[in-house]
Structures are given as C-alpha cells and as structure tokens.
C-alpha cells in the first residue's frame, strides 16, 4: 500500500518540501565539516588519532536514510521554527551522529559482517589485525574498536546538540536514555527467547519506534519552543514508529540484502524476539526449534512463517498503526502542509522497501 501526497496541498506543501530538503542539505554538510574538523585536528597529534574519526566519516558518507533528522526537521518547521536558525541543523545533525553511534554498536550486538554494502567497522578493523598479525586476539580487538568508534559518535552527538536550542535538551535525554534500555532488553530478551508478544512489542517501541519518529519529531517541535505539540506527535509518532519497526522485522525476513545492505535473515540467527516471530510462535510453536536448534536454514523459518499467515497479520497491523498516526496528524494544530507532508512521511516509512 502506497500513497502520493506530493500534491495535495499545493504551493505551500511543495514550499514545506523544499525548505526541508534545503535544510536536510545542509545537515549532510554539517556531519561532514564537523568530522572533516575533528581529523584536520587529531591528525596533528599522531596519524592513529584519525582512524576512529575516518570510520565515521566512512559511514556516514556510504548512505542511510536520515529519518530521525528528517522528522525532526518536519516537527521543527510544522511548529513554526525559522529555518535560516542554525541550530536546527545542529540538532537534526546529532540526531544522525547519536544513529551511527547505535548502528555501530549494534552491529557488534549482532554479530554483523556489513551494513550499508560494507563492512561493518568491528569486521573491518577485526580482519586488519588478523592480516597484520598483530598480539591478542583479532575479534577482540575489532569489536573494541567499534566501541570505542560507537563512543566518539556518541560524544560527538552530544557536542552537536550542546550547540542546537536549550528547549529541546529535555526530550533529547529521554531519546537517549530510551534507546539505550531498549537495546538491554532486547538483548535481555533474544538471550531468553521466550513468547511473550506484548514484550516484544514494548521492547521494538522504545528501542526503535520513539528513537526514531517520535522523539525526533518533539525534539524539533521543541527547538521551535511549540513543546505543546508533543501530544499528537506522541500518538503519530508511536503509532508510526511502531510501524516502522515491525516494517523493519519483515525486511530482515523477507528482504533481499541487497536491498538494505545488511544480512537477510539476522533476527533469525540472533534470535531476536520480534513481534513476528512471537506471534508464529504462538501459532507454531516448531519455529522456536527451527531458530534455537543447530542445522536448520533461515529458509526453513520463512517458509514456516509464511504459513502460520502471521506475515499478512503483521501487514493489517502496519495499515493499522499507519491510520492512527495518519489521523492524529490530521487533527493536530499544525499548518495543513505539513500534515499533508507527514502523512506522506508515514506511508514512505511504514512501506519502505529497504
């Protein structure tokens, strides 16, 4: 299901639409000058120095999609906010920085050998100590130096969002806060691996779904000073942002890798207990044995969920959540551009195809 509300509200939502791409524009700018910086800087003091901030430029320059900068920019500009203040970009931009911090570190959660079409940076920087043979033991030291990688990004972050409004720092320490015990408990519960479907969805909630809509959203709107906007975007935001998660739980089953750029199948091999596997495994309690026992393939699974039909469910479920995000967005005291553009933003992220 898809829809194209590029249209709908005329010149001022094509208005909306520029001045948020010019502002998305000059996020990208920011993350690079600041990183291209922070090099200029330790490159003085020993050519080591760099080689955390060079894997950080070389994530952020393979790609992504900027989500959370995204709907933070829209949550800035629908409550009014003056895009020429420098300081959105500074927050939309520590948005992006505190992601690749997270991606980073839980690619070393999940064992990952790539994201974005690349090497993951504990595979990359593991592989480099066992070709030069270096002393101790080359996981080890890969997967430190992603922690260490994953750190820097977080401190850049905070640095980022020190510069952008006052305003919007009380909802940026509950977003960091959020991901981080999210992502406990979704390790917490992958090592349990037990059925209980309304953890898994709190879990996917506020490891996924606030990180990555709704947080983003009220921190804009509050760097606009409109903090009283949070309400309808919490119910747009968890609403979306839940669809978006459970968007994300049938890529990693169904998904080609070539596509999102990460392994095909990871949820599986991690035994992360998604909203998708729960609910089969209410249904087929087989799966459980087919993911937790040796010799069995991610095929094996998929063709197991296909016929549970959970898949379908979970489709009706993101439809669902898409209309109730899609109607407290439509009731909100927001210019009718922007609800247009945020409906728009629902739909592309809840149907994405990567």
């Given at each position: ?56 430029s070389e994530l952020t320059a393979s790609g992504g999609k ?199 199948g990871l949820d599986f091999t991690q035994h992360k207990m ?81």
């Amino acid at each position: 299901m898809t829809t194209d509300l590029t249209t709908r509200s005329g010149p001022e939502g094509t208005a909306a639409r520029r001045t948020s791409a010019d502002l998305l524009r000059r996020v990208e700018d920011r993350l690079r000058s600041f990183l291209s910086a922070e090099r200029q800087e330790w490159a003085e003091v020993n050519e080591r120095a760099v080689v955390a901030i060079d894997a950080l430029s070389e994530l952020t320059a393979s790609g992504g999609k900027r989500i959370r900068p995204a709907f933070c920019i829209a949550g800035y500009l629908a409550a009014g906010g003056d895009p020429d203040d420098p300081g959105i970009v500074e927050a939309a931009a520590a948005l992006e920085m505190l992601h690749i911090s997270a991606l980073i570190h839980d690619d070393v959660l999940d064992d990952s050998d790539t994201r974005r079409g690349l090497p993951t940076v504990h595979a990359k920087h593991t592989a480099l100590h066992a070709d030069r043979g270096w002393q101790g033991e080359s996981r080890r030291f890969g997967e430190g130096v992603a922690l260490l990688v994953g750190d820097l990004a977080l401190v850049y972050s905070g640095e980022l969002m020190s510069r952008a409004p006052r305003t919007a720092l009380a909802e940026w320490n509950k977003l960091r806060s959020e991901v981080m015990i999210g992502q406990y408990m979704d390790v917490a519960a992958a090592a349990e691996f037990s059925v209980d479907p309304e953890l898994s969805r709190w879990i996917a909630l506020i490891k996924s779904g606030r990180y990555t809509i709704h947080r983003p959203l009220v921190v804009g709107a509050s760097a606009a000073g409109h903090r009283e906007l949070a309400a309808a975007f919490t119910e747009y935001g968890e609403a979306v942002g839940e669809a978006f998660q459970l968007r994300d739980d049938l890529l990693d089953a169904f998904g080609d890798s070539a596509d999102t750029g990460k392994p095909a199948g990871l949820d599986f091999t991690q035994h992360k207990m998604t909203l998708l596997l729960g609910w089969a495994m209410q249904r087929d309690a087989h799966i459980h044995r087919l993911i937790t026992e040796p010799g069995h393939t991610p095929d094996e699974v998929r063709r197991r969920l296909v016929d549970t039909g959970v898949p379908d469910d979970v489709e009706q479920h993101i439809a669902g959540l898409v209309e109730r995000g899609c109607k407290a967005i439509a009731d909100a005291p927001v210019p009718q551009a922007w609800r247009d553009e945020l409906t728009a933003m629902a739909h592309r992220v809840a149907y994405r195809k990567a």
